[in-house]
């Protein structure tokens, strides 16, 4: 291909709908490289075939699709892990619809019924630590299962927004076992949490890879409740809110 059949970043930029800027950084990333740079003067060119290939990426960072996400899209030639990166974009868009759905829910009571802050007479837990066997595994179980929210300047899921009645933090640990420092952490831990549905929240747990202790059941003297265990053999006693 000659060099007049390239175009300048600037005209590719304007036939492909991403700016200057969104290519330099795409280029940065390894997304989206130009065919050619020069090495005096360092101005971008791109082939014409490759203005499909930015349009793509535009249309898939439109709805969010996380950059890795994109680059394998971009790493396949056949096109065959697009719609495999979609659908995991669906979910985790449905996820998030679903906690945004519960936070609208919460303004609506704020609004019509104002931000009570009752003065917090009696204490209670608001931090429980648990140890683990694999911090990643631990923190992909709890986002899947119950949508929690990892902090990671304190390792802890977060439950709710602080001061609110519903505060709670889940750290996560992985500390090893005094006697034998190959042996994992030092014991698993058992809490519990209060959710809408027990029978969703169990059901979900477990599709996220939880392992079935008991499934839902009503006792006279407790709500209805379940147990299961998270990656690492922590208990979990579901519920009903």
């Known amino acids: 291909m000659s060099s007049d059949d390239l175009m300048s970043i600037g005209v590719f930029a304007l036939v492909s709908g991403l700016s200057i800027h969104a290519l330099r950084h795409y280029n940065e990333l ?9 090495p005096v003067t360092g101005y971008r060119r791109y082939r014409p075939e490759q203005v499909r290939q930015a349009r793509l ?20 030639p056949d096109g065959e892990s697009l719609r495999t990166v ?6 985790r868009l449905v996820d998030r619809a679903q906690v945004l759905s519960r936070m609208v829910r919460v303004v609506d009571h704020y609004i019509e019924h104002g931000v009570a802050m009752p003065e917090l007479k009696t204490p209670r837990i608001v931090q429980v630590t648990i140890n683990v066997t694999d911090i990643a595994e631990s923190i992909s179980f709890y986002q899947a299962a119950f ?12 439950f709710g927004t602080w001061p609110s009645g519903e505060f709670f933090l889940l750290t996560v640990a992985h500390e090893p ?4 420092k190959h042996d994992g952490p030092a014991g698993v ?9 027990v029978d969703t929240a169990h059901r ?10 008991y499934p839902p059941v009503d006792k006279p003297w407790k709500p209805r409740s379940s147990c299961v265990a ?5 208990r979990i006693d579901l519920f009903q809110g």
Not at 30 to 38: H, Q, W
Not at 204 to 213: F, L, M, P, S, T
């Open 30 to 38: 390894g997304v989206l490289r130009p065919a050619v740079v020069d």
């Open 57 to 76: 990426i535009c249309a898939l960072r439109r709805i969010d699709v996380p950059i890795d996400a994109v680059r394998v899209v971009m790493d396949d």
């Open 86 to 91: 979609l659908h995991q974009h669906r979910e």
């Open 147 to 158: 949508d929690a929210v990892f902090n990671e300047e304190i390792s802890s899921f977060q």
């Open 177 to 180: 076992n005094e006697h034998d």
């Open 189 to 197: 831990s058992r809490f519990g949490l209060l959710v809408d549905d």
């Open 204 to 213: 979900r747990a477990v599709d996220a890879g939880a392992i079935e202790v």
């Open 230 to 234: 998270d990656p690492s053999g922590n």
